[in-house]
């Protein structure tokens, strides 16, 4: 529908999509160190350089949300205020704490299990917050899901170990550890399997909805985003690293199979936030139907 | 020299006189209306009496019954009559020139969808100002507390408390807030024109759009003229309406003319099923 002077607004811009990026891999970051540190003590040797990205990964995000601003000037008003109705002002909260505290880990060189664990809390936190904040919208069918909240946390995972990952084969960590990488593979393959089943099911669960979820569906299975989502997020980032995870377990001992595998899983966790924004906020009530 | 008057100065001299008694006339009257003014009462004015079942007079006594109540009492309520519009967008620009909206900004866009199939197809207009939720979601997720439901129900904006963020654009569902990003219509001509950072007047403040200043950089939103209503006008887009497609008034007074039509006419709401109680009610359509 055309109206006059109308523009459909997009409101979230690259700024803010690399911001939910940058959040959630660095939430990621820090679940998978602890995960190597604690847990799996074989991935050990990752932890060390894998708790020092969440910050400046976080700094960078931080200070992509500030420049978006209207008014970048204003952006301490956050903290002056208490909306708890807001998920944006938790996200302040967890944000800030998750940072501190892993500030603080860093600068007590990593010695502090409880500080850790505590850490992971924020970081579970983070890792969700990107999707409760868009579920707040409850106009907007893809983002008003549960299981756009869980695919927002499970990507945040994959980018994060991807990242971690991708540090450990720039600093040669990696080559300490390589026969634990074929069961390495085989869990991030799992947890890729559980994220395709989230997408299937949120896709699902659009059909037959209203307008809107219609349209949305439109959208990414043949619309403008659908070379992005099923190519980009689904293809790129998901299948073609599955199929590594499984079917070249083994050359992943390889540097060269694992580092397409964590570029691949990095390059589909951005097109994940490219899609879940853009399809999300493409859908406006200028469609038609979409008033009454 | 003679006294007798030529024919000339005669049609001169009683021209003049003429001229004279019938400016002076008028003047004076002029002058007695602008003494007046203050003290008449514009529905009390002479002349407008045989106007008084129009529907925009009932709708300003309605409007200023409603101004004697404490602001908490009042309902502040629009009906748009999708049967009388015509889309001719007149409520759009009288909104533009009431609140000084600039490019990218319209609070009350008039949309246009075609409907049936052909041969029996035709157009229906919705124009779609904010609906002032009740329930509004907008407000929840504001992160710092610039947007609130007043007492009288409509959603306002602190333009020197919004951060910016944009997160009230995409929670409503109604697309009915923009962001002001500091564009003009006039700036890539030789002069930006005056009209454009003239003052205006938004939730009974005076404002002015200028660079890195609130309400640039703010999002914006329909207010149903909250600055004119406090005057005892109608919001512009109701007084613009060229088809009286467009009501207003306090719906919580029985005898006002949106509560007789809530009660009499057959209304409905837009995405009434997300729970946000809508105080913008329509009127036909399908």
Redesign the interface.
Known sequence: ?????????H??NIFIITYFFLGGLSAGAFLFSVFAKYIKKEFAPLSDWGFLLPLPALALGLLLLVL????PE??Y??M??Y?P?????WG?ILLNGFGLINLLYVILKQKYKLLAYLGSLFAVGVAFYSGL?LY?????PLWHSPFTVLTTFVGALLSGTAAVLLLGIMNGKIDGIKDALPGLGKIIGRVIILELILIFVEVISLIGG?VYADATVKILLWGKLSVYFLLGQVILGLILPLMICFKGANRIKEGSMLLVLVVLLLIGGFITRLVLVSA??GI???L??G?? | MSNKMTRREFLKKTSSAVLGVTLAGGLSKRAEAVKALPAVEPLDLPGLSDLASETNIVMLEDIRRALKKPLSKRKWTMIIDLRKCVGCSACSLGCIAENKLPPGVVYRPVFEEEKGTYPMVKKQFIPRPCMQCENPPCTKVCPVGATHSREDGVVDINYNQCIGCKLCINACPYNARSADEGKFYTKNTPKLQPYEEIEFYEYSKVWARKKRKSPIGNARKCHFCVHRLSQGLLPACVSTCIGRATYFGDRSDKNSLVARLIATEKTKKIRESLGTKPQVYYIGGN
């Open positions: 529908m055309n109206a006059y002077g109308f523009i459909p607004p409101p979230f978006d601003l209207g008014h204003r952006f008003f956050i002056l205020n909306r109705t807001s998920m944006a002002w302040t904040l707040q919208m409850a106009g907007k209203d999300g906020q406006t009530i200028s038609p139907g008033l009454l």
